[in-house]
């Protein structure tokens, strides 16, 4: 199933970032370009140093300069994070776009690469949600709280996993039809954010 092999890359690369657990380490990818799992990888690395990014920003002790230094590789890990959703959707499409669409097929409200998006953030939520039951210095109530917080994610793992591959399935099957629309953000493009074509 394609959850359970994307799920696998995205543990990986989760597991690949805490060897070191820092925001800077270089970034190598060990799978071909040309290989579905080259992308997974390097979309969940990005998930997971923003992840970090977002704690760190969250430091009500931080230099404003290096806030705001901080603040724009965000907006720019959003903006590689995106791009990386819609290869993956490309991915997809190439894949299927030989199948039959029956007649009577449906859209579904999210394409498989958004889709596999979350259950990349998800992968970042179960992995960091055990570490906080298994923390030595928190309190019984506190793993308490924190373990029944990590079935709910796996149940949720469980959910989004079946919903994927049911996904993959229709599309395959001609079931479902893929459209895929640009995201367009607005706010990184020089043309259409105001402030950086200087019309304030």
């Known amino acids: 199933m394609f959850s359970e092999f994307a799920y696998r890359i ?9 060897v070191k657990d820092d925001v800077n ?6 799978y071909p370009k040309d290989d579905i799992a080259h992308l ?23 230099d404003p300069v290096a806030a705001l230094d901080l603040k724009r590789k965000i907006d720019k890990s959003n903006q590689n994070r995106t791009d990386l959703v819609e290869f993956i959707d490309s991915y997809f499409l190439n894949k299927y776009q030989s199948v039959q669409i029956k007649e009577g097929a449906t859209i579904n409200t999210e394409s498989p690469a958004w889709a596999i998006d ?36 796996l149940d949720q793992k469980q959910d989004l996993s079946i919903a994927i591959d049911q996904l993959v399935a229709d599309i395959e099957a001609g ?26």
């Not at 997974?40 to 931080?62: A, C, F, G």
């Not at 079931?175 to 200087?198: A, C, F, H, S, W």
Request: charge should be neutral; hydrophobic fraction near 35%.
């Open 10 to 18: 995205f543990d990986e690369s989760i597991h690949t970032y805490h």
């Open 25 to 30: 380490q270089p970034f190598t990818n060990k």
């Open 40 to 62: 997974l990888y390097k979309k969940n690395w990005i998930d997971t140093v923003q992840w970090h990014y977002e704690d760190i920003i969250r430091d009500p002790e931080i």
């Open 118 to 153: 979350r259950l990349s953030i998800l992968a970042l939520k179960v992995y960091h949600m055990q570490e906080e039951v298994n923390r030595k210095d928190a309190s019984s109530d506190h793993k308490e709280a924190c373990f029944a917080k990590l079935q709910v994610l």
């Open 175 to 200: 079931n479902k039809y893929m459209k895929v629309y640009k995201q367009m953000k607005m706010y990184n493009d020089e043309e259409l954010n105001p402030i950086l074509r200087g019309n304030q």
